[in-house]
């Protein structure tokens, strides 16, 4: 390709873009949206950033038909601000048009009900869907979907350890805390947010006896953190009668902690130096096996380079990952967008 013909390419003479002579950057010749079909119906679906356009599309698609299809964005603002009030400002200003649904993460405001204006807005407006868990990121972390990442990272089938089994005991593990810090959530003061993330976080795992020595360094950070509050703030704990009921009404339980506790703290500083740690054994199993075979030499070399080539990034595995379809709390969401839609006319 000469240096003209590639010039004209960036410059957009082949439907890209190019710049003026005031430094703007103008678009032409991109593709506008397809046509709908006839008698099909676009409902527009406004979620908080890009990142959670890709799981409310997986939402979305089990309901794409000759009537109706959706199609997932972030606001259309000039101004490029994205982000729950955002999502919720423009749910509140345009009113209940039909064809058009706003998607945020719950973060507490299910858990809290109706104590807030943010949470009964939420709670009670029929376009406005959430995610039931703490944000998208819960999704991704779904335990029981964690095994099939480490095959596809490491193409190791092996079952190593059990990740429904060490989620649910890391989730008894913080519930205490997690419950504190919960029922002071108007009062940060008194239990920032930074402040519990760095006592639920866990910085290793030991994949031997399912993590049991991590968990057990857990509940000692978890324990001292909590004599510190009652030491110091020791009426916090009158908080705890009336939300322990609201907790159960809303289906919290020392066992599935974790998808109601914030999501970066749960995928960045506890699933994945779990699956990091997991699959880092599950790489090492399979090297040991081609080193233990019957192959030497070049076609020993070409096996471990095969084998290595074949790997694939965790963290990408994880941002990926699709398989939470079966969790109770997804059902929820599944149930609310089809009540409805089946008021759509």
């Given at each position: 390709?000469?240096?003209?013909?590639?010039?004209?390419?960036?410059?957009?003479?082949?439907?890209?873009?190019?710049?003026?002579?005031?430094?703007?950057?103008?678009?032409?010749?991109?593709?506008?949206?397809?046509?709908?079909?006839?008698?099909?119906?676009?409902?527009?679906?406004?979620?908080?950033?890009?990142?959670?356009?890709?799981?409310?599309?997986?939402?979305?698609?089990?309901?794409?038909?000759?009537?109706?299809?959706?199609?997932?964005?972030?606001?259309?603002?000039?101004?490029?601000?994205?982000?729950?009030?955002?999502?919720?400002?423009?749910?509140?200003?345009?009113?209940?048009?039909?064809?058009?649904?706003?998607?945020?993460?719950?973060?507490?405001?299910?858990?809290?009900?109706?104590?807030?204006?943010?949470?009964?807005?939420?709670?009670?407006?029929?376009?406005?869907f959430h995610t039931y868990a703490y944000a998208t990121?819960?999704?991704?972390?779904?335990?029981?979907?964690?095994?099939?990442?480490?095959?596809?990272?490491?193409?190791?089938?092996?079952?190593?350890?059990?990740?429904?089994?060490?989620?649910?005991?890391?989730?008894?593990?913080?519930?205490?805390?997690?419950?504190?810090?919960?029922?002071?959530?108007?009062?940060?003061?008194?239990?920032?947010?930074?402040?519990?993330?760095?006592?639920?976080?866990?910085?290793?795992?030991?994949?031997?006896?399912?993590?049991?020595?991590?968990?057990?360094?857990?509940?000692?950070?978890?324990?001292?953190?909590?004599?510190?509050?009652?030491?110091?703030?020791?009426?916090?704990?009158?908080?705890?009668?009336?939300?322990?009921?609201?907790?159960?009404?809303?289906?919290?339980?020392?066992?599935?902690?974790?998808?109601?506790?914030?999501?970066?703290?749960?995928?960045?500083?506890?699933?994945?130096?779990?699956?990091?740690?997991?699959?880092?054994?599950?790489?090492?199993l399979s090297l040991q096996r081609i080193a233990n075979?019957?192959?030497?030499?070049?076609?020993?070399?070409?096996?471990?380079?095969?084998?290595?080539?074949?790997?694939?990034?965790?963290?990408?595995?994880?941002?990926?990952?699709?398989?939470?379809?079966?969790?109770?709390?997804?059902?929820?969401?599944?149930?609310?967008?089809?009540?409805?839609?089946?008021?759509?006319?």
């Amino acid at each position: 390709m000469s240096n003209n013909r590639h010039s004209n390419h960036i410059n957009g003479h082949n439907g890209e873009h190019w710049h003026n002579g005031n430094g703007h950057r103008n678009w032409e010749q991109l593709p506008g949206r397809l046509p709908l079909r006839k008698g099909q119906r676009l409902i527009k679906v406004y979620v908080e950033g890009y990142e959670d356009v890709a799981f409310w599309r997986g939402v979305f698609d089990d309901y794409e038909s000759s009537k109706l299809t959706f199609e997932i964005s972030v606001p259309p603002r000039e101004d490029l601000a994205k982000g729950k009030k955002i999502v919720l400002h423009m749910a509140t200003s345009h009113g209940d048009a039909a064809d058009t649904l706003y998607c945020v993460d719950s973060d507490f405001d299910y858990l809290f009900a109706d104590q807030t204006p943010l949470a009964e807005l939420i709670n009670d407006t029929p376009n406005i869907f959430h995610t039931y868990a703490y944000a998208t990121e819960n999704y991704l972390c779904y335990a029981p979907s964690l095994h099939n990442l480490c095959v596809k990272a490491t193409k190791n089938d092996t079952r190593i350890f059990d990740f429904e089994r060490f989620f649910r005991d890391y989730s008894r593990t913080i519930f205490p805390l997690w419950y504190a810090y919960s029922a002071q959530i108007n009062s940060p003061s008194i239990f920032p947010l930074q402040d519990f993330k760095s006592n639920v976080k866990i910085n290793y795992l030991e994949v031997d006896d399912n993590g049991l020595d991590t968990l057990e360094w857990l509940r000692r950070q978890v324990d001292r953190k909590l004599k510190t509050l009652r030491a110091h703030h020791a009426e916090i704990e009158k908080h705890f009668p009336g939300f322990s009921y609201m907790l159960k009404m809303r289906g919290v339980t020392p066992d599935n902690t974790y998808m109601f506790m914030q999501g970066h703290t749960l995928m960045d500083n506890v699933a994945m130096p779990v699956l990091e740690s997991v699959c880092d054994k599950l790489r090492q199993l399979s090297l040991q096996r081609i080193a233990n075979s019957q192959r030497h030499g070049v076609t020993l070399a070409n096996e471990q380079s095969n084998y290595n080539n074949s790997m694939q990034d965790i963290r990408n595995a994880l941002l990926f990952n699709e398989n939470y379809k079966g969790s109770h709390l997804y059902a929820k969401v599944k149930k609310d967008i089809e009540t409805y839609l089946k008021t759509l006319k």
